[in-house]
T-cell receptor, first 114, second 112 residues
Framework: GAGVSQSPRYKVAKRGQDVALRCDPI?????LFWYQQALGQGPEFLTY????????KSGLPSDRFFAERPEGSVSTLKIQRTQQEDSAVYLC????????????FGQGTRLTVV | GQNIDQPTEMTATEGAIVQINCTYQ??????LFWYQQHAGEAPTFLSY????GLEEKGRFSSFLSRSKGYSYLLLKELQMKDSASYLC?????????????FGRGTSLIVHP
């Protein structure tokens, strides 16, 4: 595709509900990043993939958060038993090279947990 | 990990020049990025510095001093549309994963 695509753009979940957020990176991009951005803050790193391999998941805040990229393209970020503090914008970014010189971001999914 | 510091908010006048500073501490520096983010939108790439010096790109320039752990983004001939958040991000390759870590962002308000 022309850019990084994320869906849904907006998601309202009841506390305790499971959610799945999708990221379609730019075709051919090997690096994929997930970030969480709270209002008025910079993006906080969650996890990183190189092709299908999840090389770093140190930023995932709890074991309720899980990410996968099984075929090295589309990635899904899953949050189980959502809590109010999970409310944020979840940004996906992809990069052509392994060193990720320039990362392109999607518009994000705004998650609101009520 | 990285410790990235940038001012929270700045204001400037249309047509003027503004400099947004970013200081950082990192063990395996492998590049510094500047991104622009308008409210409700995705961050968009502005510049990348890995060597010391000034990189100029149109109205925007970015400077890096690795020995001082310091960068700045210079915006010239400010326009109203430049009102946005400017994010400084530093990449640390010490763990081999080349992950950019972002600062909190500087909210720039351009007024007539």
């Amino acid at each position: 595709g022309a850019g990084v695509s994320q869906s849904p753009r907006y998601k309202v979940a009841k506390r305790g509900q499971d959610v799945a957020l999708r990221c379609d990176p730019i075709s051919g991009h090997v690096s994929l990043f997930w970030y969480q951005q709270a209002l008025g803050q910079g993006p906080e790193f969650l996890t990183y993939f190189q092709n299908e391999a999840q090389l770093d998941k140190s930023g995932l805040p709890s074991d309720r958060f899980f990410a996968e990229r099984p075929e090295g393209s589309v990635s899904t970020l899953k949050i189980q038993r959502t809590q109010q503090e999970d409310s944020a914008v979840y940004l996906c970014a992809s990069s052509f090279s392994y060193s990720g010189t320039e990362a392109f971001f999607g518009q994000g999914t705004r998650l609101t947990v009520v | 990990g990285q410790n990235i510091d940038q001012p929270t908010e700045m204001t400037a006048t249309e047509g003027a020049i503004v400099q947004i500073n970013c200081t950082y501490q990192t063990s395996g520096f492998n590049g510094l990025f500047w991104y622009q983010q308008h409210a409700g939108e995705a961050p968009t790439f502005l510049s990348y510095n890995v060597l010391d010096g000034l990189e100029e790109k149109g109205r925007f320039s970015s400077f890096l001093s690795r020995s001082k752990g310091y960068s700045y983004l210079l915006l010239k001939e400010l326009q109203m549309k430049d009102s946005a958040s400017y994010l400084c991000a530093v990449r640390d390759a010490s763990g081999g994963s080349y992950i950019p870590t972002f600062g909190r962002g500087t909210s720039l308000i351009v007024h007539p």
